[in-house]
């Protein structure tokens, strides 16, 4: 919890220079600001305008305790929120933290599945979008062989 | 050139369910050629986009940290027999690929 809210709050200084995007901007656009960025809350805002997270136990976040191979592990986010937007994957310890974030239409069930690299071991996060806010889940993952990211 | 989408589908009720593979290397740029020395450019898909019927259910933005040959899961409602579900893709070099299937 403490790890995850320094994470977050360590981009705040940089709120000011965002310039909130429109929404229909980031539909379809590959963000590239945030997938640029060395540090996870500055690519939160780059996403989502804000590094601010609600901490919510309806997020469930599927990863290994310890992953062998930082090149392959695999990831499934859930959650029972309503209305979901968006899922974003953020690595704090990867070079470009932001590893994907995936666009939910109406009718898709807000349970995805996929594998990441991890470069070495790091606390994960999981950012769901509502249209009611923006919640996260955090899990640490322990990484035995790192996985160039 | 066959595609390099691989995609299973599984219909139940009106609620699809898509595990999809793409064949891609997902090079982060930061890895040395192990024959040449050199760093092998990165090269990764930027964006996956489902679209049932025309209509994009799933749009998924990556960078280079997601695996070698990305993977994804997840279900969609509204989905019936006959439905064309099509897959493609584009990368940050300009390639692109896709596929059509059909939902039964």
Not at chain 1, 115 to 140: L, N, Q
Request: glycine share 8%; charged share 20%.
């Amino acid at each position: 919890m403490q790890a995850g809210r320094r994470f977050l709050l360590k981009g705040g200084a940089a709120l000011a220079l965002l310039v909130a995007l429109p929404k229909a901007l980031l539909a379809a656009v590959w963000p590239q600001k945030a997938f640029l960025s060395t540090d996870g809350g500055l690519a939160l805002s780059a996403l989502l305008g804000t590094n601010q997270t609600i901490r919510s136990d309806e997020i469930t976040l599927k990863l290994p305790e310890i992953a062998e191979n930082g090149a392959v592990v695999p990831v499934t986010v859930g959650t029972s929120l309503e209305n979901v937007e968006s899922i974003s994957i953020v690595v704090e310890k990867n070079p470009r933290p932001l590893a994907a974030t995936f666009e939910i239409m109406p009718g898709v069930f807000p349970n995805i599945s996929s594998r990441i690299k991890m470069a070495e071991t790091s606390r994960v996060m999981a950012v769901v979008k509502t249209d009611s806010g923006i919640y996260s889940t955090s899990k640490v993952v322990k990484v035995t062989l790192g996985g160039c990211a | 050139m066959a595609s390099k989408i691989k995609i299973k589908t599984r219909l139940s009720d009106d609620v699809a369910e898509i595990k999809s593979l793409i064949l891609h290397p997902m090079e982060t740029g930061a890895r040395k050629d192990p024959d040449t020395g050199e760093l092998v450019p990165r090269h990764h898909i930027t964006q996956l986009i489902f679209a049932n019927n025309g209509e994009a259910v799933m749009v998924a933005n990556f960078s280079t940290a997601v695996s070698r040959n990305p993977y994804i899961n997840f279900r969609f409602r509204g989905a019936k027999a006959g439905d064309t579900l099509r897959v493609s893709w584009v990368d940050n070099l300009g390639g692109t690929d896709e596929l059509e299937t059909v939902l039964s």
